[in-house]
């Protein structure tokens, strides 16, 4: 099979490749395909249950003052960086990339 990934991908397509697993692994993710950014599971701040942000909305001001955008919580939650670093742990079998996956996981 890596045989396989390695010929779709390509000598450049495979550095790419691993620079983004190696980047992911650091702790840092492309949002949208922009620049690496910190990847940020955990939110910083306490959360209320969801419904008092229904009852009280000046939680839900204070909240978007700290996320201008949702997308920014919702993109890193979807794990697509996890399908980066399991094509690069199936390309080259290191093990600090399912190393990386499971401390980020």
């Known amino acids: 099979m890596p045989k396989e990934i390695l010929a779709v991908l390509g000598k450049d397509g495979k550095a790419t490749l691993l620079a983004e697993?190696?980047?992911i692994v650091?702790?840092?993710v492309r949002l949208f395909g922009g620049e690496?950014?910190?990847l940020h599971l955990a939110f910083s701040k306490p959360l209320h249950h969801w419904t008092a942000y229904e009852t009280n909305p000046s939680l839900l001001s204070n909240l978007y003052s700290l996320i201008p955008d949702?997308?920014?919580i919702w993109e890193p939650a979807?794990?697509?960086?996890?399908f980066t670093l399991?094509?690069?742990y199936r390309?080259?079998?290191d093990?600090?990339?399912s190393r990386g996956l499971l401390a980020l996981f």
Do not use: M, Q, S, Y
């Open 70 to 72: 949702i997308k920014f």
């Open 95 to 97: 093990e600090k990339i």
């Open 86 to 88: 399991g094509r690069a």
């Open 91 to 93: 390309l080259t079998g």
């Open 78 to 82: 979807r794990f697509g960086w996890a």
């Open 36 to 38: 690496p950014v910190p």
């Open 21 to 23: 697993a190696d980047e």
């Open 26 to 28: 650091a702790g840092k």
